[in-house]
């Protein structure tokens, strides 16, 4: 992170100054225009311009300079100054910092101590595989790995996991898919945080708190990751101790409490994670396109600071972390807690870190409401009756291994349960793998549950793992549970009592350890008598069943969820939309929703879609039309029905079209239709 007052020059190999910044300007006294295209020897005065030559030669040899220079005060006479220099930290560029001269304290640099920021914080640089390629100081001490021991190792090797020679399919090493993960979530989106379970070298696991950060060169395409850890051991311990006191269970945070800003020279911001945007309220576009940067950020007061830290990173390597404000967008201010390194790529670059600090002296109290403890869930939206009702019963489950079964209507978020149970549970640093049992044709689903052997049929080229071996010691969520086949739920059964199975084509018999979780939309005991479904299988899966409620019974959140939806789309599309007005929230709480927030979150995005202002323009007539066409429908299934082929009449029949419209599974649409009995025939008759 440059500061446009930091005196830094960029030069070439004939010592002609190529880019100067604004602080360069003021403190050479000259216009920018004059310093580019001069050289060290323009600015030096006549007494040791003959030695100048020699010192270039010697820093380009050694690729790394520091001393003093006398230069012409702007005002006259001579004003002697420190700089230091780095050989080509651009392409055939070299850095240039000067600083005034200041009085000798009687240490040597090699005296100065390494900053603490080194101590606290783990850094190290992956390439674009996951393999580290850097290792610091700060890496070595709290991972205890000298840099020798990692480079060229995944990082995956860092985590808890299988690590035996016998595991030859990186598939099969839970470190290794959860490593990948990270490093494909920073690929797409920039940046991944979480938190959980680190390996030392002498096999001790720590709580690490860790950002990456995707590395892109100037050209926007992918160079490598920036990893950053911090040992949260101790918080982990007093979050776990806190647990343990509650009669309820207090969400672990997963995502990364650190934010994360990479700068490339002369003050340009071209990547951060969504905690650093959360802190300053800014939009990515606003610092990644370059309409706000570090000065709109920074208070005057602390200019002299970041100087002092942007000094420091480039003697050595990474500043020790102080403390100062930030600027919000709204003109408040935010106390954090900053640190500043220097990533040894080209293009030059920048990474810091930023640790919020407004609840650093906040006490958590023992007897904190359980609505104010639900409203951890971070994915799920909602503090109404039954919304806490359904996510009490999860906070009760989650820390043991029952079997749960989710029961609700189609979009009330039943996947979001369950990945909250995971994320309670002591499985929460181990796999998650979801199916979706409606999506996979018949003859496909044994393969995909339990795997298969080469050539166990037509087409099976090689070995493939199912989805419960990938879930081992982890949690197996079958979503749309009632679409399993009848012929294989015996399987399923059959590995879920004795906590084995084979994979198809094979005789070897695979044991796991899986939690499983459920979900489904339909009613599996009249299944039960029509003979769909196993009996025994059903009581199996429901050792401990959850309702999700419906969206209409719980209408006092369907504001919260507007706003929500509307900041999530509005962000997407890079609108600014921030009013909604009375008018429309009130129909909004006033429709029945028989798509519940899943319809919900698609009228939102077409509502966003068609704003042109800042207010939300929502297409309420469609609501008024369906109002009033459910006038004289008796049951819910009526209006269903009605509902679903007045879809199909607008979208020409087209299933595909329809299932979107409605915001479910073309699978779902399917199953609903038929126990609506809607047939083939009816779809047909309705077409012009």
Same mark, same amino acid.
């Given at each position: 992170?440059?500061?446009?007052?930091?005196?830094?020059?960029?030069?070439?190999?004939?010592?002609?100054?190529?880019?100067?910044?604004?602080?360069?300007?003021?403190?050479?006294?000259?216009?920018?225009?004059?310093?580019?295209?001069?050289?060290?020897?323009?600015?030096?005065?006549?007494?040791?311009?003959?030695?100048?030559?020699?010192?270039?030669?010697?820093?380009?040899?050694?690729?790394?300079?520091?001393?003093?220079?006398?230069?012409?005060?702007?005002?006259?006479?001579?004003?002697?100054?420190?700089?230091?220099?780095?050989?080509?930290?651009?392409?055939?560029?070299?850095?240039?910092?000067?600083?005034?001269?200041?009085?000798?304290?009687?240490?040597?640099?090699?005296?100065?101590?390494?900053?603490?920021?080194?101590?606290?914080?783990?850094?190290?640089?992956?390439?674009?595989?996951?393999?580290?390629?850097?290792?610091?100081?700060?890496?070595?001490? @709290?991972?205890?790995?000298?840099?020798?021991?990692?480079?060229?190792?995944?990082?995956?090797?860092?985590?808890?996991?299988?690590?035996?020679?016998?595991?030859?399919?990186?598939?099969?090493?839970?470190?290794?898919?959860?490593?990948?993960?990270?490093?494909?979530?920073?690929?797409?989106?920039?940046?991944?945080?979480?938190?959980?379970?680190?390996? !030392?070298?002498?096999?001790? !696991?720590?709580?690490?708190?860790?950002?990456?950060?995707?590395?892109?060169?100037?050209?926007?395409?992918?160079?490598?990751?920036?990893?950053?850890?911090?040992?949260?051991?101790?918080?982990?311990?007093?979050?776990?101790?806190?647990?343990?006191?509650?009669?309820?269970?207090?969400?672990?945070?997963?995502?990364?409490?650190?934010?994360?800003?990479?700068?490339?020279?002369?003050?340009?911001?071209?990547?951060?994670?969504?905690?650093?945007?959360?802190?300053?309220?800014?939009?990515?576009?606003?610092?990644?396109?370059?309409?706000?940067?570090?000065?709109?950020?920074?208070?005057?007061?602390?200019?002299?600071?970041?100087?002092?830290?942007?000094?420091?990173?480039?003697?050595?390597?990474?500043?020790?972390?102080?403390?100062?404000?930030?600027?919000?967008?709204?003109?408040?201010?935010?106390?954090?807690?900053?640190?500043?390194?220097?990533?040894?790529?080209?293009?030059?670059?920048? @990474?810091?870190?930023?640790?919020?600090?407004?609840?650093?002296?906040?006490?958590?109290?023992?007897?904190?409401?359980?609505?104010?403890?639900?409203?951890?869930?971070?994915?799920?939206?909602?503090?109404?009756?039954?919304?806490?009702?359904?996510?009490?019963?999860?906070?009760?489950?989650?820390?043991?291994?029952?079997?749960?079964?989710?029961?609700?209507?189609?979009?009330?978020?039943?996947?979001?349960?369950?990945?909250?149970?995971?994320?309670?549970?002591?499985?929460?640093?181990?796999?998650?793998?979801?199916?979706?049992?409606?999506?996979?044709?018949?003859?496909?689903?044994?393969?995909?549950?339990?795997?298969?052997?080469?050539?166990?049929?037509?087409?099976?080229?090689?070995?493939?793992?199912?989805?419960?071996?990938?879930?081992?010691?982890?949690?197996?969520?079958?979503?749309?549970?009632?679409?399993?086949?009848?012929?294989?739920?015996?399987?399923?059964?059959?590995?879920?009592?004795?906590?084995?199975?084979?994979?198809?084509?094979?005789?070897?018999?695979?044991?796991?350890?899986?939690?499983?979780?459920?979900?489904?939309?339909?009613?599996?005991?009249?299944?039960?008598?029509?003979?769909?479904?196993?009996?025994?299988?059903?009581?199996?899966?429901?050792?401990?069943?959850?309702?999700?409620?419906?969206?209409?019974?719980?209408?006092?959140?369907?504001?919260?969820?507007?706003?929500?939806?509307?900041?999530?789309?509005?962000?997407?599309?890079?609108?600014?939309?921030?009013?909604?007005?009375?008018?429309?929230?009130?129909?909004?709480?006033?429709?029945?929703?028989?798509?519940?927030?899943?319809?919900?979150?698609?009228?939102?995005?077409?509502?966003?879609?068609?704003?042109?202002?800042?207010?939300?323009?929502?297409?309420?007539?469609?609501?008024?039309?369906?109002?009033?066409?459910?006038?004289?429908?008796?049951?819910?299934?009526?209006?269903?029905?009605?509902?679903?082929?007045?879809?199909?009449?607008?979208?020409?029949?087209?299933?595909?079209?329809?299932?979107?419209?409605?915001? @479910?599974?073309?699978?779902?649409?399917?199953?609903?239709?038929?126990?609506?009995?809607?047939?083939?025939?009816?779809?047909?008759?309705?077409?012009?």
């Amino acid at each position: 992170m440059f500061h446009p007052s930091s005196p830094i020059l960029l030069a070439d190999d004939d010592r002609k100054y190529r880019e100067a910044s604004i602080g360069a300007s003021r403190f050479l006294g000259l216009p920018r225009e004059k310093i580019i295209g001069s050289s060290w020897d323009d600015l030096a005065v006549p007494a040791i311009r003959p030695v100048i030559s020699e010192r270039w030669l010697s820093f380009l040899n050694e690729g790394y300079q520091e001393g003093t220079f006398q230069i012409e005060a702007p005002g006259g006479g001579v004003r002697e100054v420190e700089y230091s220099a780095k050989l080509n930290v651009l392409p055939v560029r070299h850095l240039v910092v000067f600083r005034d001269k200041q009085p000798d304290s009687g240490k040597s640099p090699a005296q100065t101590p390494t900053p603490s920021w080194v101590q606290d914080y783990a850094l190290f640089l992956l390439d674009m595989d996951g393999n580290i390629v850097a290792w610091y100081a700060g890496a070595e001490r @709290i991972y205890g790995y000298k840099s020798p021991d990692v480079i060229g190792q995944h990082v995956s090797f860092l985590y808890p996991g299988d690590h035996s020679p016998e595991v030859m399919h990186p598939a099969a090493n839970s470190a290794f898919v959860r490593a990948e993960a990270n490093v494909q979530k920073a690929a797409s989106e920039g940046h991944s945080g979480n938190e959980g379970w680190q390996l !030392r070298k002498d096999g001790t !696991r720590f709580w690490a708190n860790a950002i990456t950060m995707a590395l892109k060169d100037e050209n926007g395409d992918l160079q490598g990751f920036a990893r950053v850890v911090r040992d949260f051991t101790d918080r982990h311990a007093r979050d776990e101790k806190l647990r343990l006191g509650r009669s309820k269970i207090r969400p672990i945070q997963t995502e990364s409490t650190i934010a994360g800003v990479v700068s490339g020279e002369f003050d340009r911001i071209t990547e951060m994670n969504d905690r650093f945007l959360e802190i300053v309220g800014y939009s990515r576009e606003d610092l990644v396109e370059g309409r706000f940067g570090w000065p709109d950020l920074t208070p005057p007061e602390y200019v002299a600071m970041d100087e002092l830290a942007h000094e420091e990173s480039l003697r050595f390597g990474a500043c020790t972390p102080f403390e100062k404000q930030l600027i919000r967008r709204d003109g408040t201010r935010v106390p954090v807690l900053v640190a500043t390194a220097v990533l040894r790529l080209s293009p030059f670059q920048w @990474i810091t870190f930023v640790t919020d600090l407004r609840a650093r002296d906040r006490q958590e109290s023992v007897d904190v409401p359980l609505k104010a403890e639900l409203h951890q869930f971070t994915e799920i939206v909602g503090s109404s009756a039954p919304m806490m009702r359904a996510l009490a019963q999860a906070e009760l489950v989650a820390p043991t291994d029952a079997t749960v079964l989710i029961l609700g209507e189609t979009g009330t978020g039943k996947e979001l349960v369950a990945r909250a149970i995971h994320q309670l549970s002591p499985r929460r640093n181990l796999p998650f793998i979801s199916l979706n049992c409606a999506a996979i044709p018949t003859g496909l689903f044994e393969s995909e549950l339990f795997g298969h052997e080469r050539g166990a049929f037509t087409g099976a080229v090689s070995q493939k793992m199912g989805r419960f071996e990938m879930a081992n010691r982890g949690t197996l969520f079958l979503d749309e549970v009632g679409d399993i086949p009848l012929e294989l739920q015996p399987k399923l059964l059959r590995a879920l009592q004795e906590k084995c199975f084979e994979r198809l084509g094979g005789t070897r018999t695979i044991p796991i350890d899986v939690r499983l979780v459920a979900a489904t939309n339909r009613n599996l005991e009249k299944m039960m008598g029509d003979n769909l479904f196993r009996s025994d299988l059903y009581y199996r899966l429901k050792v401990f069943p959850i309702n999700t409620p419906r969206l209409r019974d719980h209408a006092e959140d369907i504001p919260a969820l507007v706003r929500h939806f509307t900041k999530i789309y509005a962000a997407k599309t890079k609108r600014n939309i921030d009013r909604i007005s009375a008018a429309t929230m009130k129909a909004l709480v006033q429709w029945t929703w028989p798509g519940n927030v899943r319809e919900l979150e698609n009228f939102i995005e077409r509502s966003v879609i068609l704003s042109q202002g800042r207010s939300l323009a929502a297409p309420l007539a469609e609501l008024r039309s369906d109002a009033e066409d459910s006038n004289g429908y008796s049951t819910l299934e009526e209006m269903e029905r009605d509902h679903i082929l007045r879809v199909f009449r607008e979208t020409s029949g087209v299933v595909s079209m329809a299932a979107q419209r409605l915001g @479910i599974p073309r699978t779902s649409l399917h199953g609903r239709m038929k126990s609506l009995g809607i047939s083939r025939r009816d779809l047909l008759g309705m077409l012009p």
